[in-house]
């Protein structure tokens, strides 16, 4: 190689020496595990609001009049107010309540000869917030449908168009789940079968009559922890569920799904203030089963 070959080799060599100077260390191994991400803070499930279609759809349905809010037993609050649409004037008498502190209870009644008054001893006896007629019952006193009293269960589920959705509690938890919903009574320690529907995904049930007006009873749930338990006075199941499906009718309160309960001469509320005094809607016919809400 000639001299000028040499240099030129040699040059080039040095110039690759000092580029491999000046690379980046290699970047060390990944550890055998990857590190635990920071652990998330727990989310609740909501479930879908209701829809607001009450901006786009109105009832026609007005509160008119409303007295504060009594304060009851465990926390628990009545409302009675008037609603109106024209010429049309119903009257409810509405528990509202808080499944995290109060619970559900149904409670039997098999004595066909109680009377009416019996209720408010049942209040009492459970200290409840407020005790209601529970759901409907044959003539020999039998009742229509499923209940379940403390994890004794009487009757068979029944699945109609009158008898179509229940109130349960599983688990410690409360729900109101339509016929096709139901999975079995496995778990349930509290259920009481009743209808027809009022009220679905905010929205009332299209389907029910609107020319017979009676007392009325009903429960109602916002989807996550509150519920209303209430009276109407005379109003047909059609106006009972407009009502009820009203947004802003009843501050604080938006129904997602209502179920009719027994009504007619059976429609009774006892409701127990913390004052001690107590409110009522008497009813003069023996009922076989009631639903309370008591303290948990």
Not at 42 to 47: C, G, K, L, S
Not at 72 to 92: D, I, M, S
Request: glycine share 10%; with cysteine.
């Amino acid at each position: 190689m000639s001299g000028a070959g040499r240099f030129a080799a040699a040059a080039c060599a040095a110039l690759l020496l000092a580029q491999c100077a000046h690379q980046q260390p290699a970047e060390p191994a990944p550890p055998p595990f990857a590190a635990e991400p920071a652990p998330l803070e727990p989310v609740a499930a909501v479930p879908s609001a209701p829809p607001a279609w009450g901006e786009v759809f109105a009832t026609g349905w007005e509160r008119r009049t409303h007295s504060a809010p009594a304060a009851l037993r465990h926390g628990a609050r009545l409302h009675v107010f008037e609603a109106r649409k024209g010429a049309e004037a119903v009257r409810l008498s509405g528990v509202v309540f808080d499944d995290r502190h109060l619970a559900l209870r149904i409670v039997d009644q098999p004595d066909e000869q109680a009377g009416g008054a019996r209720i408010e001893k049942i209040a009492r006896e459970l200290d409840a917030s407020a005790c209601f007629n529970g759901g409907f019952f044959q003539r020999d006193f039998t009742p229509l449908g499923q209940f379940v009293s403390d994890g004794r269960t009487t009757g068979a589920f029944t699945r109609s168009s009158l008898v179509s959705g229940a109130v349960l509690v599983r688990g410690g938890s409360p729900a109101l789940v339509w016929n096709a919903e139901f999975t079995g009574a496995y778990g349930i320690t509290q259920m009481l079968q009743a209808g027809p529907r009022l009220v679905d995904a905010g929205r009332p049930v299209g389907t029910l009559e609107k020319t017979r007006s009676a007392r009325r009873s009903f429960i109602a749930h916002d989807g996550r922890h509150l519920w209303l338990a209430g009276t109407a006075e005379d109003c047909t199941l059609a106006a009972l569920a407009e009502i009820l499906a009203t947004p802003g009718l009843l501050p604080g309160f938006t129904t997602l799904r209502a179920l009719n309960l027994d009504g007619g001469g059976s429609t009774a509320l006892c409701a127990r203030r913390a004052d001690g005094g107590e409110f009522h809607i008497r009813s003069w016919r023996t009922v076989r089963n009631y639903l309370a809400i008591v303290a948990r």
